[in-house]
């Protein structure tokens, strides 16, 4: 019941936000745009805040309330209070953080975005990072539209005077600690392989996809087969290999798969690649999550004209358990 109650709320809130942050980005509606961050989103946010952070200890850690989806976990202040941030890592669409505690013990800090959380680093006061001659400008930037104080959640102050805040309007992002192994914790157990990764090829996608009769676009969005993909990514690979959302993934074949798999593969890393030279709004944008790439060829692009050569057949949206699918019904089979 309770999950349900969640869900709808996102459902209404992708919406939501959709209105704002598309009509921003090209001046048009489009229907049922999805704001949650996906894969490409959160490694960004990564890369953008791991040089910062990696090797400091944090001084303090406040908690502005005591929830966010979820309880923070107990003891979670006093765990994270002079233990030092050893490698800030990504698994799925979670971030993850090895931690060294002042006992020299190795535990795991898992952060989840949810739909609007963000993370706001702020440098060290400029006079003491001159006198560490740092850079100057290295960690310039400007704040253009600050959070509002009552949706930061989370702040955390490191020991060279970085401070870093977790902001979530709509508080469906959430965090939590796990003792040595991560594969353990209930939100990465059932994991499948990262899509950018080795695990991830023809014959693991072909043998996961033996005998299922979900539809291929469902199946991918399973985090069990492959991890951290989402609605929109989902769709775009589905279009660059020719494959329509609706065939059954028992029936892809080896070609298919070995069309789809670089595919998922490049629409990813094309996503982190755009998100580079955009980190810094994304890090201090207010309100909804944006997308780093707009240029989507068939999401969010229902009853346009096919961008394939020679295709003069418009997308179709269509909805798959719940969510939109689109997709051109000549390209893709
Ligand atoms: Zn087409």
Redesign the pocket.
């Known amino acids: 019941m309770h999950c349900l109650r969640i869900l709808r709320a996102i459902g209404f809130a992708e919406q939501a936000c959709h209105r704002g942050q598309m009509s921003l980005a090209r001046g048009l509606l489009r229907p049922m745009m999805a704001a949650m961050p996906e894969l490409p989103e959160v490694e960004t946010v990564r890369r953008g805040l791991a040089p910062h952070i990696e090797g400091r200890r944090i001084k303090r850690l406040t908690l502005n309330r005591p929830n966010l989806r979820f309880p923070f976990p107990k003891n979670f202040v006093a765990q994270m209070e002079g233990a030092t941030l050893v490698h800030f890592a990504r698994r799925a669409k979670y971030l993850l953080a090895e931690m060294q505690s002042t006992k020299g013990e190795t535990f795991f800090w898992l952060s989840h975005l949810g739909m609007t959380g963000r993370f706001i680093l702020t440098p060290p006061p400029v006079d003491k990072a001159d006198k560490e001659s740092q850079t100057p400008g290295v960690f310039a930037h400007e704040q253009a539209a600050p959070v509002a104080d009552k949706h930061i959640h989370v702040d955390l102050d490191f020991d060279d005077g970085t401070h870093l805040a977790f902001a979530d309007p709509r508080r469906f992002g959430f965090m939590d600690t796990i003792d040595k192994t991560p594969e353990n914790s209930p939100f990465l157990a059932r994991l499948g392989p990262e899509p950018l990764g080795n695990d991830f090829n023809e014959a693991v996608l072909l043998a996961a996809a033996q005998g299922r009769q979900t539809p291929v676009k469902n199946f991918l969005l399973d985090q069990s087969v492959v991890a951290g993909l989402g609605n929109i990514y989902v769709c775009e690979a589905l279009f660059m290999a020719g494959i329509s959302p609706r065939r059954k993934a028992a029936n892809l074949g080896a070609k298919r798969v070995a069309r789809l798999v670089p595919e998922i593969r490049n629409v990813l890393a094309r996503a982190i690649a755009a998100g580079g030279s955009t980190l810094r709004d994304f890090a201090h944008e207010d309100g909804a999550m944006g997308y780093f790439q707009h240029d989507f060829k068939v999401y969010g692009r229902a009853g346009e004209i096919?961008s394939?050569p020679h295709?003069s057949?418009s997308v179709v949206r269509l909805m798959q358990s719940g969510r939109s699918s689109f997709y051109?019904p000549?390209?893709?089979r």
Do not use: H, Y
Request: charged share 10%.
């Open positions: 096919c394939a295709c057949a051109c000549k390209c893709q």
